[in-house]
Nanobody
C-alpha cells in the first residue's frame, strides 16, 4: 500500500513558480508510478503529469507541457512537481496519486491510492 501526501501549495503571482512534493510512506514507493491531478470546484479531476516507477518515463497534459516538470527521488520516497510560468488557470487543488502501472496519461480511475490535496492559487 502506498500512502501519499501532497504539500507545497500556496499563493503565487502569475509567471511565478512553485514546487509541490508528494511524500509517500512505506518501503515500496519505487514500485509505484506517480501522477499529479488537479481539480477546481464544479469540474472533474484532470490529469497533469505522470512518472514511471524508476523515473524513466514521464507524461504531461498539453496544458502544462514545457512549464511543469515531474520528477521523483525514490531514496526519499518523494515525487515532485516543479511548476514554472504559472497562469491563473493553473489555480486548483493538486493531488498526487499512485498506481502499480504506469500510464503516460492516466484517468483518475487508473490510480489506486490518493493523498490529500494541496491548494495552488495563481493571482493575475
Amino acid at each position: 500500500r502506498c500512502s501519499c501526501k501532497a504539500s507545497g501549495g500556496g499563493l503565487v503571482q502569475a509567471g511565478g513558480s512553485l514546487r509541490l512534493s508528494c511524500a509517500a510512506s512505506g518501503r515500496t514507493f519505487s514500485n509505484y508510478a506517480i501522477a499529479w491531478f488537479r481539480q477546481t470546484p464544479g469540474k472533474e479531476r484532470e490529469f497533469v503529469a505522470a512518472i514511471s516507477e524508476r523515473g524513466t518515463y514521464t507524461g504531461y497534459a498539453d496544458s502544462v507541457k514545457g512549464r511543469f516538470t515531474i520528477s521523483r527521488d525514490n531514496a526519499k520516497n518523494t515525487a515532485y512537481l516543479q511548476m514554472n510560468s504559472l497562469k491563473p488557470e493553473d489555480t486548483a487543488v493538486y493531488y498526487c496519486a499512485a498506481s502499480i502501472y504506469y500510464r503516460s496519461n492516466p484517468y483518475p480511475s487508473n490510480m489506486a491510492y490518493w493523498g490529500q490535496g494541496t491548494l495552488v492559487t495563481v493571482s493575475s
